[in-house]
Structures are given as C-alpha cells and as structure tokens.
C-alpha cells in the first residue's frame, strides 16, 4: 500500500499512540480525519476533525464514507477504571466498536484495523505469549477488547470486512499519562526526588511508541489477522524503576507503597511477546530500550 492520498480515519486520534499514529501518516502523504467527542481544533496538525461519540451510532453516521483505513483506537483503557465502571468499559469498548464496524461495512471498501491488548492473554501459560495462546480475561478491560475481537472477526466472515487486529504489549514514549508506570515514575523522580512503587517483581514487555505506529503501519499495509506487537523482551518491574532512578539520579529512594499494588486476580506475573508473525511482514523495532527511556526523560526534564 502506498499511503499517499489514502484516506485514513482515527479514532483516538488525540491520545498517546493515536498522536503519533496521526504525524505518521501525515509524513507518509494520507489525509487523515481524527474522531473525537470535544470540540476539535481546527488548526491541529493537519488533520480533518469530524465530531462523534461511537456509543452513539447516529452521531457516526457516514463517518467511514470514502475512508480506505479505519484505526480504530478509542476505547476505556484504564484497567483500574474498568474495574470501577464495567458497564461505561463494556458500553465504549464493545458496543463502540460494533457502531463503528457497521459504519464500516455500510461504506464499502474500508480496511478495518482494530487495536486491542495483550492484556487479553492473562496470566501467560507459556513465553513468550504467540497469538494462539488461550484468553484469559481478569477484569472488564481485557474482556471488553477479546468481546470486540470477536466481532471484527464476525464481520470479517460474514461481509467479508477486511481487518486486522493488533495486541500491543506495554507500550511507551514521551507525551504518555503519568497514570501509566514509565511516565508515573519518572514524574515521581523530577518532582518528588523519591519513587513510590507498588509490586515490583512483574515482568513486562516495553515497545517505543514510535517502534508501535511503525508497527500499526505494516500491518495495515500488508497485514491480515491478528498480531501481536512489542519488543520480545521482558523486563522486570523493579530494573524499570531502579534504570529510570539510575539515569536521573542514583541517590533518589524508591519506597513501597501498598496502596499502588493491584489486587492478585488482576496482576499479571509476567509478559513477553512472540513477534515472529510481525517480523515476517518486515518490521523490526528499532528504538531500545534504554534509549527510549532517555527520550522519555529528556522530555519531561523540559516540563519540570
């Protein structure tokens, strides 16, 4: 596919990955239209604002008409939030994505790319997890997404849509919410001069943003089925924490903090990523770990 010209729709545009997905695809020549619920800004980046709320099929009428690509990125992604709220989780993430798919099937043509979760997986059986490892939900968020897995795929066997569905690992990169861990401790470490953290002995799987959209543009180039995404490594929680520290300062504490850990039917033990499925579409990440880390760093150091 050459994304010069395409036509690209985005929906949450305007969070972390959807940013960056956005420049991306501006620097490839597409036209991009960002969905949002907020009043749009018209001067922002280039890019076409239509206004729309997915759990509200009327106020998307017509929004995939003459798209080629639709990202579908919005969702309630906040594993604590999902547990408080299940039915706003359920109600956004599901149903949004069902609104959305019929737009998509009604205008014809359109490459549907869902982005999902690893969290889907659960507490992994083996490592590193491929895509035909079991689901597992543990709470309303990775349920959500594996219900909306499934009706993409229904709608790819019964209309034929044309999909592919992404499950990304831990993601991260500068402009990311301190409610996520990097970006939480590195804020931590400028503002406070100490690091409270909760369970430290998980291990996750860490990927660039920029490695991701990079990543999200492959697959919908080249790519059909499900993929996994992320940097086929894992990393313990507690060597995140002291690297952040090291690099910022070594003298800083890290501290327990009770109240920071999930509850144990929640917590995931351990993460890593097979992605032997995306590599055989050519796509290698290309930004370390360590590196990442500094960019991350160099630009909060800019905010405080």
């Known amino acids: 596919m050459t994304w010069a010209g395409k036509n690209v729709l985005i929906t949450g545009a305007s969070g972390f990955i959807g940013r ?3 420049d991306a695809l501006l620097e490839k020549g597409a036209n991009v239209t960002g969905l949002t619920m907020s009043s749009p800004d018209p001067s922002d980046r280039n890019i076409r604002w239509v206004t729309g709320d997915i759990t509200d099929r009327g106020s998307i009428k017509d929004v995939c008409e003459d798209i080629d690509v639709v990202y579908h990125l919005a969702a309630i992604s906040n594993v604590p939030k999902s547990i408080q709220n299940p039915l706003l989780t359920f109600n956004t993430n599901t149903f949004g994505t069902v609104n959305l798919l019929e737009e998509a099937r009604l205008s014809g043509n359109v490459k549907f790319v869902y982005i999902s979760s690893a969290h889907v997986y659960g507490p992994p ?8 490892h079991p689901l597992n939900p543990r709470e309303p968020y990775a349920a959500s997404k594996i219900a909306s897995e499934n009706i993409v795929q229904a709608y790819g066997n019964a209309y034929g849509l044309d999909y592919a569905i992404i499950r990304p ?8 919410d301190e409610s996520f861990l990097i970006p939480g401790v590195i804020a931590q470490a400028l503002r406070n001069k100490e690091i409270k953290v909760g369970n430290t002995e998980p291990t996750r799987d860490f990927l660039f943003v920029k490695d991701c959209v990079g ?4 697959i919908a180039e080249k790519g059909s089925g499900i993929f996994n995404i992320g940097s086929g490594n894992e990393i313990r929680i507690s060597n995140v924490v002291e690297k952040i520290r090291d690099l910022i300062d ?15 039917k929640v917590e995931i033990p351990r993460m890593c990523a097979n992605i032997e499925k995306l590599n055989g579409l050519g796509w290698y990440p290309e930004i370390g770990f360590d590196e990442g880390l500094t960019q991350c760093i160099n630009k909060n150091r800019e905010i405080f």
């Open 20 to 22: 960056y997905l956005v």
């Open 125 to 132: 059986k083996y490592l590193p997890v491929d895509e035909s």
């Open 169 to 176: 690992f831990n993601v991260f990169g500068p402009g990311q």
């Open 215 to 218: 990543g999200f543009l492959a």
């Open 250 to 264: 070594s003298s800083i504490p890290i501290k327990s903090d009770e109240s920071r850990i999930r509850g144990g």
